[in-house]
């Protein structure tokens, strides 16, 4: 339990109606009451609402230190002030919301009479990590708040909520469940060590590794789908010099321009773009470069296409139909490929030759690639097919979605969990199958154990608690 009163600013900083103030801890109701003239706080009933004024010291305060500037009683603002008496609050502490006139100023003159009676700033994200030390939420919930509060679409938003409800935890702490039966039972076996005995049924134990390792594989592939909601799909268009690059971006940017946005790469120097094509984002990769139309003339090197295509999942490539020889565009694409990349290649500029070439152009491709792909036939220009081209990216999307089944994993940390989980499972199942001791089996199922635990937080150090929080904003 935690004894300090922590209190900080739980709205956005800035200008508006009403800013909000939250106080947890135990001394909530003691300290907001010495800067609180109106009702005794101390004294009401829980979720309840009153009316009143903050002061820079009260006046009984001063009366008991015989002060002598009694009269300077400063009025800060006039506000409304909700309590919560614990435990049925979102740290499941005492908590006060101070609602005043929404200025950052008021906002700071406030926390300063609180800090002064006794209250400290809250350090980020200690709100939920107290509602989670408290056993309120688990982990993956405390998480989803702070994917809830970042969300900025409908399917995170809805993604972020369905975990805040449990999604993932339940999911995850069944399998657990189940495993720690066996567990349990292994252990009595070694507790009878010298009696040679087996209680758990080892095929049985096989049957269940394998429910588990399709469950973790599943919550595994939804994380595609569950990075593509919250981070969008990464997408590079790479093409020869002149093959069109720029004029298909301000085509595809150009409808989109209300909600097209530049932001600068945060963990690489590139510049990205992002397209929303039915409630999807799509990351274009590094397009530095190609709205510069003076840069048309610099040759895109393989090395170059490489990179970019490395941090894409869908490859787009441009080759104009007015080529002469298209073999080039071939090598570039074969040496590009990978079998977890989706590739569209992208006739350009189809205006300029007569339709009967088209046919011909995509066999050629089809002949020597020996990979899957979408041919698109557009003209940016005419604006031909763009829409097509927009379908096959957002069907790629919706494909993911087809495929994941109910619970979608967003979280980094999460996805990293299950495929360690995954991998000690897998270990499981190889000490079975060569007879391993049963001291060697019952560490590697704890092991599993511990993994899956990791996702709930039933089992996690400070480290990794301390960098979770410390990514909230203080107040949430
Ligand atoms: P990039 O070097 O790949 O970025 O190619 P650009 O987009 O700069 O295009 C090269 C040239 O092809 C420019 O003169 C464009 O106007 C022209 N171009 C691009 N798209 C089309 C198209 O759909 N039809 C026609 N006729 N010309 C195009």
């Not at 139909?321 to 590009?336: H, K, P, T």
Request: aromatic residues 6%; proline residues 1%.
């Amino acid at each position: 339990m935690n004894h300090d009163t922590i209190c900080a600013l739980a709205t956005a900083n800035g200008v508006g109606a009403i800013g909000i103030i939250r106080v947890s801890g135990e001394k909530s109701f003691e300290i907001v009451n010495k800067v609180f003239e109106g009702k005794n706080l101390e004294k009401v009933k829980s979720h309840t609402v009153h009316y009143g004024f903050i002061v820079d010291g009260k006046e009984e305060e001063r009366e008991k230190t015989r002060d002598e500037d009694a009269n300077n009683k400063e009025i800060i603002d006039e506000v409304m002030v909700s309590v919560f008496h614990a435990p049925k609050t979102f740290t499941t502490e005492n908590s006060v919301e101070i609602s005043f006139h929404g200025s950052p100023h008021i906002g700071a003159k406030i926390l300063e009479v609180l800090i002064k009676n006794g209250a400290r700033m809250a350090k980020a994200g200690e709100f939920t990590m107290r509602a989670f030390m408290n056993g309120r939420i688990d982990l993956s919930q405390a998480e989803s708040i702070a994917d809830l509060i970042a969300s900025e679409n409908e399917a995170s938003r809805k993604v972020a909520l369905n975990q805040l409800k449990g999604g993932i935890s339940q999911e995850i702490s069944v399998l657990r469940g189940d495993l720690l039966n066996f567990t349990s039972l292994i252990e009595l076996e070694l507790d009878f060590a010298e009696e040679d005995v087996e209680f758990a049924d080892r095929k049985a134990l096989v049957g269940l590794i394998k429910r588990i390792q399709a469950k973790l594989k599943s919550l595994i592939d939804s994380f595609q789908y569950g990075n593509a909601i919250k981070n969008g799909t990464a997408v590079a268009i790479i093409g020869k010099p002149n093959a069109g690059k720029s004029t298909l971006l301000n085509t595809l940017l150009k409808e989109e321009r209300a909600i097209v946005s530049n932001i600068a790469g945060t963990t690489r120097d590139t510049i990205e773009e992002i397209l929303h094509i039915k409630g999807h984002a799509f990351r274009l990769i590094d397009t530095a470069g190609l709205r510069d139309t003076e840069d048309e003339i610099e040759a895109i090197g393989v090395q170059k296409a490489r990179e970019k295509v490395s941090q894409a999942e869908i490859l787009v490539y441009l080759a104009a139909a007015n080529s002469e020889d298209f073999s080039e565009d071939i090598r570039m694409v074969q040496s590009l490929v990978r079998e977890d990349l989706e590739l569209i290649i992208c006739l350009t500029k189809i205006d300029e030759v007569v339709p009967t070439a088209f046919d011909t152009i995509e066999n050629q491709f089809r002949d020597a690639l020996h990979t899957p792909f979408d041919f698109i036939k557009i003209s940016a220009i005419e604006n031909r097919n763009i829409q097509e081209l927009k379908n096959e990216l957002s069907s790629y999307v919706e494909n993911l979605k087809a495929q994941e089944g109910g619970v979608v994993i967003t979280n980094q940390r999460h996805y990293e969990a299950l495929q360690k989980s995954l991998y000690s499972v897998t270990q499981v199942e190889e000490a079975v199958s060569q007879n391993i001791t049963t001291e060697l089996l019952a560490y590697e199922l704890r092991n599993a154990l511990e993994h899956l635990g990791e996702i709930s937080g039933e089992f996690t150090n400070d480290e990794v608690l301390g960098n979770i929080f410390s990514k909230f904003c203080i107040g949430k």
